[in-house]
Antibody, heavy 120, light 107 residues
């Protein structure tokens, strides 16, 4: 059974940092691209970042470029998101999502999410 | 960026009804279109990918159609567990973008 478990969220002041983690199991992690998708309270879904299987290709949404860094450790079956210079508008549930490939990237399995709250 | 627009924003059908949700892209995206279902407090779940391919384990009452700019998600006979919010997502180009969501509410 595919499982994705996020951790690392919490309350942080504006300008602060966090490192989000996603532990994967139930599939061969190294053969799938991975993504972070977020959802602000009561709002819709926003794709945040993508990383390819070997980390050779990385994409970011413009809203987080230069502040967030995605990475992965295939030996540890783990995905990470370093979030810096946090703003109030970054408050959201952050989901890790596995990338399925057929006519582009779709998100075929999701974790339960970790809440990041940016507030003073 | 490709803008995705869903309609309606909400609807209140009855169990057994046929439900149709529309998604329109701001430019042609071929069949690079996916559909998700999200229930309150839960992660989204993939229903349909590549416009019309049913994800494994998803009931056959769900179907998708369309190409280019106009797409449709259809639920042929709404079940109690189908009350949720539905999102479309384009996978044609980054940034991958979602529609604003369609809430299927219980009357």
């Amino acid at each position: 059974e595919v499982q994705l478990v996020e951790s690392g969220g919490g309350l942080v002041q504006p300008g602060g940092s966090l490192r989000l983690s996603c532990a994967a199991s139930g599939f061969t992690f190294s053969t799938y691209s991975m993504n972070w998708v977020r959802q602000a309270p009561g709002k819709g879904l926003e794709w945040v970042s993508y990383i390819s299987t070997s980390s050779s290709t990385i994409y970011y949404a413009d809203s987080v470029k230069g502040r967030f860094t995605i990475s992965r450790d295939n030996a540890k079956n783990s995905l990470y998101l370093q979030v810096n210079s946090l703003r109030a508008e970054d408050t959201a549930v952050y989901y890790c999502a596995r990338g399925g490939t057929y006519y582009g990237i779709h998100f075929d399995y999701w974790g339960q999410g970790t809440l990041v709250t940016v507030s003073s | 960026d490709i803008q995705m627009t869903q309609s309606p924003s909400s609807l209140s059908p009855s169990v057994g009804d046929r439900v149709t949700i529309t998604c329109r892209a701001s430019q042609s995206i071929s069949i690079y279109l996916n559909w998700y279902q999200q229930k309150p407090g839960k992660a989204p779940k993939l229903l349909i990918y590549a416009a019309s391919s049913l994800q494994s384990g998803v009931p056959s009452r769900f179907s998708g159609s369309g190409s280019g700019t106009d797409f449709t998600l259809t639920i042929t006979s709404l079940q109690p567990e189908d009350f949720a919010t539905y999102y479309c997502q384009q996978s044609y180009s980054t940034p991958w973008t979602f529609g604003q969501g369609t809430k299927v509410e219980n009357k």
